[in-house]
């Protein structure tokens, strides 16, 4: 591939993990991870090297500002109990990530896929709580320790964001809307809490060429803006029936890669 293609494809990657972000509140990683691996033929590691050092940079900004006009907020304590299971989480991920052959991760990713989608079925035969994004009440400390804990092992082990997780693990474990969900799993990629990551994974060489991941950053704060646009105008079941189809087909696919 021409190095030019790669910047194309770098771009393409950024904007599509951006656009499904924005959308459905996740954090980038599980789309770039893909999409690394699709568009520009990186090796498992390299894909999700790639994907931890693009999501260090704010590019959620402008997707927080769109949920936040639509009445969500997110309390500095939860971002901190969240934060902090994630910094913890990640390393342990990381460390492990780097001993495990790219087959394995694969077969890890498909699995944790699946986690994720029958936790999110389990969800959507419950209806949305009653309660707007501004009247619900804060999950405990040790939940969210918990839910942030379990998030950062995926992302350091699997080289994603975590905010699948994120969302998952607020609205269809703890009961959280499924706005406030999204909006605080977005929030919480502006704290760079993917660094102890990424940097052992550049350490071991998994990473692209930084013209590459120049061009997935730009995507990404584009795809994003766009994303949550869309998000506002969505109903909480319908975007929680896109996660789920967002899910599958990332499971599809990595099933697919796995074998071959």
């Known amino acids: 591939m021409t190095n030019g293609l790669e910047l194309v494809g770098g771009l393409g990657t950024g904007l599509i993990g951006g656009f499904t972000s924005g959308l459905l509140g996740v954090s980038p990683g599980g789309g770039l991870v893909v999409f690394a691996v699709l568009l520009l033929g990186a090796e498992q ?3 999700q090297g790639l994907s931890l050092v693009a999501q260090i940079p704010p590019t959620s900004l402008a997707g927080i500002k769109r949920y936040r006009d ?5 309390s500095p304590s939860m971002v901190v109990w969240l934060g902090s299971g994630f910094l913890l989480g990640g390393v342990i991920g990381a460390v492990i990530a780097n001993g495990t052959a790219a087959t394995v991760l694969q077969w890890a990713y498909v699995i944790y896929l699946l986690l994720l989608d029958v936790l999110l079925l389990r969800r959507s035969s419950h209806r949305e709580p ?3 994004m501004d009247a619900e009440l804060d999950p405990g400390a040790l939940a969210l320790l918990g839910v942030g804990c379990a998030a950062g092992v995926s992302s350091g082990f699997l080289g994603i964001g975590g905010g699948l997780a994120t969302v998952v693990g607020l609205s269809a474990v703890l009961g959280m809307a499924q706005h406030r969900a999204q909006m605080i799993s977005l929030v919480l990629t502006l ?5 102890p990551s990424a940097w052992i994974y550049w350490r071991h060489g998994a990473l692209p060429p930084w013209s590459t991941l120049l061009t997935v950053i730009i995507g990404l704060v584009i795809g994003t803006d766009v994303g949550a646009r869309l998000a506002n105008a969505v109903s909480p079941a319908r975007l929680r029936v896109l996660l789920i189809g967002f899910v599958s087909v990332m499971a599809l696919y990595m099933t697919v890669k796995a074998i071959r």
């Open 70 to 74: 639509e009445g969500g907020r997110v």
């Open 130 to 132: 009653a309660q707007t």
């Open 45 to 47: 590691h390299v894909a």
């Open 191 to 195: 704290v760079p809490t993917t660094i």
